[in-house]
């Protein structure tokens, strides 16, 4: 059974920070290719349980979709441990969907922490 947390404002933040991976889906009723990706996201809900798969509806939360930049739906975000490693308008298909996932997955988040502290020094 697809587990898909929808978000607000309120709880975007603490959703992405809250360590681990979490995929967040903008999207809007309106959108074909959402309604076209939604079952690739769904089925990778089901497969993917030690990730937290997210949805953000833009029309609901229109202040979110801004402050995300957020300008064609769907777009995907990929956090890990808070961090956004990856951003992407468009709706993939499954097989490319699972590569994004592999691949934040196989990220070297110590090595990301490291470049990320980094930039915040100015080192």
Do not use: Y
């Not at 798969?53 to 979110?64: G, Q, S, W």
């Not at 969907?97 to 100015?122: H, I, P, R, S, Y």
Request: charged share 25%; hydrophobic share 45%.
């Amino acid at each position: 059974m697809a587990k898909i947390t929808d978000l607000d404002l309120d709880s975007f933040r603490s959703t992405v920070s809250d360590g681990g991976t979490v995929i967040v889906d903008f999207w809007a009723t309106w959108c074909g290719p959402c309604r076209q990706f939604a079952p690739v996201f769904e089925a990778a809900s089901e497969e993917h349980e030690d990730v937290t798969f997210a949805k953000v509806d833009i029309d609901e939360n229109p202040e979110l979709a801004s402050l995300a930049n957020v300008s064609s739906v769907p777009t995907l975000m990929a956090f890990r441990d808070g961090i956004l490693l990856h951003q992407s308008a468009g709706a993939l298909p499954k097989a490319q969907f699972e590569q994004l996932l592999e691949a934040v997955g196989n990220v070297d988040m110590d090595e990301v922490k490291a470049q990320v502290a980094a930039a915040e020094t100015g080192n």
